[in-house]
């Protein structure tokens, strides 16, 4: 069974903090790493993807993903009120193209508080 | 940017009913599309995989005869929940993907209540 494990907290940071949310997975072969932030009743909207070892980052986010530990982070910088939500880690599976299954993590809740 | 649009965005039906949940691709075609299940407080659940123009693939436990899907066209695809029972009460989601890379672009959801 290919596993994504995530931290489901709440992590709670104050406002203009770093939050820092872990994911780790099980299928040494997976390619894809996905975050995506999914607000109550909405479906999920991605924030970044990641393929290669090493730091990726864009505006506020930065994704690192360590494929030898098996282990992706996504840090969100300057932390907003807005941010509070759950996110997502997701992992393509091995073996496939770049765009086959994805397998969720069960999300960590995020609260940032004013 | 690649947009899926999903309808209904709520529904509520009798039990013993079947509803039917429709994804389309609006200014992509969908190669693949996913079907996602999401109870509350949990995460998505895979619930099949469907490539237009063949069978959907279902995950494991996912009842084939009750979650009806079709994937007829490029830009359609369709879940029917057949016989619905207030346990199928969910939120549904779809995604779709291309082999042009597009990327995995999900529906907004439907909230599925069965009383």
């Known amino acids: 069974q290919k596993e994504v494990e995530q931290n489901s907290g709440p992590l709670s940071v104050p406002e203009g903090a770093i939050a820092s949310l872990n994911c780790t997975y099980s299928?040494?072969?997976?390619?894809?790493f996905f975050w995506y932030r999914q607000y109550s009743g909405k479906s999920p909207e991605l924030i970044m993807f990641?393929?290669?070892?090493g730091d990726k980052e864009d505006g506020r986010f930065t994704a690192q993903l360590n494929k030898a530990s098996q282990y992706v982070s996504l840090l969100i910088r300057d932390s907003q009120p807005s941010d509070s939500a759950t996110y997502l880690c997701?992992?393509?599976?091995?073996?496939?193209?770049?765009?086959?299954?994805?397998?969720f993590g069960q999300g960590t809740i995020l609260t940032v508080h004013p | 940017g690649a947009v899926v649009s999903q309808h209904p965005s709520r529904v509520i039906c009798k039990s013993g009913t079947s509803v039917k949940i429709e994804c389309r691709s609006l200014?992509?075609?969908?190669?693949?599309m996913f079907w996602y299940r999401q109870f509350p407080k949990q995460s998505l659940m895979l619930m099949a995989t469907?490539?237009?123009?063949?069978?959907?693939?279902?995950e494991q436990g996912v009842e084939k005869d009750k979650f009806l899907i079709n994937h007829a066209s490029l830009t359609l695809s369709t879940l029917t929940v057949t016989s619905a029972h207030p346990e199928d009460s969910s939120f549904y989601i779809c995604?779709?993907?291309?082999?042009?890379?597009?990327?995995?672009?999900f529906g907004s959801g439907t909230r599925l209540t069965v009383v």
């Open positions: 299928d040494r072969g997976s390619q894809s």
């Open positions: 990641i393929y290669s070892n």
């Open positions: 200014d992509f075609q969908a190669t693949t």
């Open positions: 995604s779709a993907t291309t082999r042009q890379g597009v990327g995995y672009t």
């Open positions: 997701a992992v393509t599976e091995s073996g496939g193209t770049s765009y086959g299954k994805l397998t």
């Open positions: 469907s490539n237009e123009g063949s069978k959907a693939t279902y």
